[in-house]
């Protein structure tokens, strides 16, 4: 007779030996998720708050402003900030601490770069009686007699800054608290604004566009379908780019798209349907169509065509079966399309930037430039912090009002 705690044991055993052949399976895909996607969006986070340039830099300037704010000063301060800020000048003089730093006021006041060079040039020979340090600045240029300076350096010399992701709504912080940027400074949320209307739109258009698609292609034999469906991801077979720079021939005043139309006589002169939103949407709307009818397919041949017969044959009209009966079954395919479809349209980088105007370019195009020309790696990820925030807030609010749709289904 088997004893009950030997084979209690060896149950356990060949379970645990079973989870560890799991999680050696599974192991692989956690480090590459975590090395490829949650590092690099942490790597982000951070850097949209990060603000070291001025504090590593400067730091006697970092401590004597500490102990001035501390004792409540406020406005231009004392001799011995000014003291700090020449010592540290001629500390970091033609080394690329000072260009870091210089780079950094640069974001938050104008001209900023200039001055700090000028200064520091100008700091550089001198030995600086004690004591003389104010006037010999102000001398040099009188914008360090101003408080607006001063307050630029303040908010840089912290290691932690809300500088960039202010700066990506729009916002600014001063003597007076938040305020709005002026209006020929404030472009970040009207970009904002027209990346998520374009995502919006092209999601729209692809909905209208995939759903007879997917409804056909669901109704059809299996070999025919499958036919349709080799038809439907023939663009993947294709790099984006050249997907991209064939809507460009295409959609040009003397492409095909004019040509057929003045061929039609629907038009007597060439449209502009290249380098505006038209190109935008229309280029974009290609690319993403087949994310909306896989979802939609998927989900639509799942459906019994006898519960539409069953409701037309108790005497529903056509329109009133396809609310009631066919239209609930497939929004979880409509949902998982759109859903796919805009969060991939709201990261659009090439297709905006070869066909679309200045006036066309979404909030990707931006992120690029301040990574890569402008080299403000916080901003960038303070853009694309706020754009990942607005993504889950937007995600949070579909399945929340997806949750009470099928709800209301049930109910």
């Not at 007597?268 to 290609?286: E, F, K, Q």
Request: charged share 15%.
């Amino acid at each position: 007779m088997t004893d009950p705690v030997s084979l209690t044991r060896s149950l356990r055993r060949s379970r645990r030996r079973r989870q560890i052949a799991a999680a050696a399976c599974v192991a692989p895909l956690l480090v590459f998720t975590f090395l490829v996607f949650l590092l690099p969006i942490g790597d982000m986070l951070r850097r949209s708050v990060w603000n070291a340039e001025v504090a590593s830099a400067w730091p006697g300037v970092r401590a004597a402003m500490s102990a001035w704010r501390s004792e409540g000063g406020g406005g231009v301060p004392p001799e011995p900030v000014f003291a700090a800020l020449a010592q540290d000048m001629r500390g970091t003089y033609g080394t690329p601490a000072l260009g870091a730093a210089a780079r950094r006021l640069n974001y938050d006041l104008e001209n900023g770069r200039s001055l700090v060079f000028n200064t520091a040039r100008r700091v550089a020979p001198l030995d600086g009686p004690t004591g003389a340090w104010t006037d010999t600045l102000i001398g040099i240029d009188r914008r360090w007699g101003e408080a607006e300076t001063w307050s630029a350096i303040d908010r840089a010399r912290l290691p932690f800054t809300d500088f960039f992701l202010l700066a990506a709504l729009d916002l600014q912080r001063g003597e007076d608290g938040l305020a709005r940027k002026p209006p020929q400074q404030a472009i970040y949320l009207e970009i904002l604004g027209r990346t998520f209307s374009i995502s919006m739109a092209v999601t729209l258009a692809c909905l209208v566009l995939g759903f007879p698609v997917a409804y056909v292609i669901a109704a059809q034999p299996p070999s025919r379908a499958n036919l349709l469906l080799m038809l439907v991801l023939l663009p993947f077979w294709t790099p984006l780019l050249v997907r991209t720079a064939a809507w460009v021939v295409l959609l040009q005043e003397n492409g095909l798209a004019n040509q057929f139309l003045a061929a039609l006589r629907l038009i007597d002169r060439p449209l502009r349907l290249i380098y505006n939103r038209t190109g935008v949407l229309v280029a974009m709307t290609h690319v993403l169509l087949p994310f909306m009818i896989l979802p939609l397919y998927s989900v639509m041949k799942g459906v019994p065509p006898s519960l539409m017969r069953a409701a037309l044959s108790l005497g529903a009209p056509p329109f009133t079966a396809f609310r009631r009966v066919y239209l609930p079954q497939v929004m979880p395919g409509v949902a998982a399309g759109a859903l796919f479809v805009f969060i991939l349209a709201l990261g659009y980088y090439i297709t905006p930037a070869l066909v679309g105007g200045g006036a066309d370019q979404m909030i990707s195009t931006f992120i690029a430039f301040n990574t890569t020309d402008t080299a403000n790696w916080s901003l960038a990820a303070a853009l694309g912090t706020v754009l990942l925030a607005a993504t889950f807030l937007l995600f949070a609010i579909a399945a929340r009002l997806g949750g009470r749709y099928r709800l209301g289904v049930l109910g």
